[in-house]
DNA sequence: GCCAACGTTGGC
DNA sequence: GCCAACGTTGGC
């Protein structure tokens, strides 16, 4: 069982939107970047948890909860030309870019803000803080994982 | 394989 | 809107 951080603008796709969607559940999709894409395709499980956090939000921060429901498969979005996420390199036959599908968890009763997370020292090592990372999907350790919830 | 130019992310 | 930090592209 493994810990995850991914990164949505809310303007864009927001937890309420997620919340809203049917069975509250809907692909992860639009991730153009390698390193992401690896882990969407190799390591996130059924089953995994992770933050649903708030980019370029008025304040930025992690807004709630999701579950991996359907393990990394390719983003057919990449295939559509009509589709803003779009890329020819990507085909049927071979992949470039991959999905998974969450479901609403929980949305926290507030938002932890970065500037919250940033404050709390047991967090100081976490990716998400680290300058320069721009990364929309993250691992949490188990342990960054614990500290966040007591924040609530 | 190097690296300059360009594009994107995302905090502020 | 600005800009730092990265990632990608493409000429050489």
Sequence with gaps: MNY????????????????????????WDGVRNYQARNMLRDQMKKGDLAFFYHSNAEPSGIAGIVKIIKEGYPDFKAWDPTDDHYDPKSTEEKPQWYMVDVKFEKQFKRLISLTELRENPALKNMTLLRKGNRLSIMSVSAEEWKA???MI
């Design 4 to 27: 995850w951080l991914m990164k949505s603008e809310p303007n864009t796709f927001s937890i309420m939107d997620l919340k809203n969607r049917p069975n509250q559940t809907e692909h």
């Design 148 to 150: 966040i919830l007591e």
